[in-house]
T-cell receptor, first 114, second 114 residues
């Protein structure tokens, strides 16, 4: 089955700096890669996603890049703000299979220091 | 904006008791999921449900677990005889369909087994 590795497990940055979180996946059939932000005690919130026919996607301060050959994808947050502090999870998904499960990475605790 | 809702927000039960966790997916969504998250760990897939049957289940989803869509709006997860290790946050999620992949999560039910 799919296995998703996520690094780093914790990341601390100064406000205004950029943050990068990286994930690798094992199943070459995976073709959809969402990122979720989870604040303490809250639900995972979908913040951005990318499909395998695209190499990069950007939404304001957030961008995601995908390298299908290397089977890795990354989340980039620019001009970080204290409210970006949360746990971020990457996930992988194969829409061509008969199942529709997301396989999550272990999460990255991002702390943005004012 | 429509959201997935879950009840109760917190359930405390004694080991061996049955619990039913309830979810109301977004109304036009056709695919439903249960995930769980043990405190401080990643989100883990339990089961996916489409067209009134289970699409896939993980190894966690053993005979003690069952899901049901008893009417047109509710989606339930039943644990027949709870164990201490079932203590976790249980998230329901839903998605529109196979071509629209985004999964939206409910706020979760915190299950505490004593």
């Amino acid at each position: 089955g799919e296995n998703v590795e996520q690094h780093p497990s914790t990341l601390s940055v100064q406000e205004g700096d950029s943050a990068v979180i990286k994930c690798t996946y094992s199943d070459s059939a995976s073709n959809y890669f969402p990122w979720y932000k989870q604040e303490l005690g809250k639900r995972p919130q979908l913040i951005i996603d990318i499909r395998s026919n695209v190499g990069e996607k950007k939404d304001q301060r957030i961008a995601v890049t995908l390298n299908k050959t290397a089977k890795h994808f990354s989340l980039h947050i620019t001009e970080t703000q204290p409210e970006d502090s949360a746990v971020y999870f990457c996930a992988a998904f194969n829409s061509g299979g008969s199942n529709y499960k997301l396989t999550f990475g272990k999460g990255t605790l991002l702390t943005v220091n004012p | 904006e429509p959201e997935v809702t879950q009840t109760p927000s917190h359930q405390v039960t004694q080991m061996g008791q049955e619990v039913i966790l309830r979810c109301v997916p977004i109304s036009n969504h056709l695919y439903f999921y249960w995930y769980r998250q043990i405190l401080g760990q990643k989100v883990e897939f339990l089961v996916s449900f489409y067209n009134n049957e289970i699409s896939e289940k993980s190894e966690i989803f053993d005979d003690q677990f069952s899901v049901e869509r008893p009417d047109g709006s509710n989606f339930t997860l039943k644990i027949r005889s709870t164990k201490l290790e079932d203590s976790a946050m249980y998230f329901c999620a839903s998605s529109v369909g196979s071509s629209t992949l985004e999964q939206y999560f409910g706020p979760g039910t915190r299950l505490t087994v004593t």
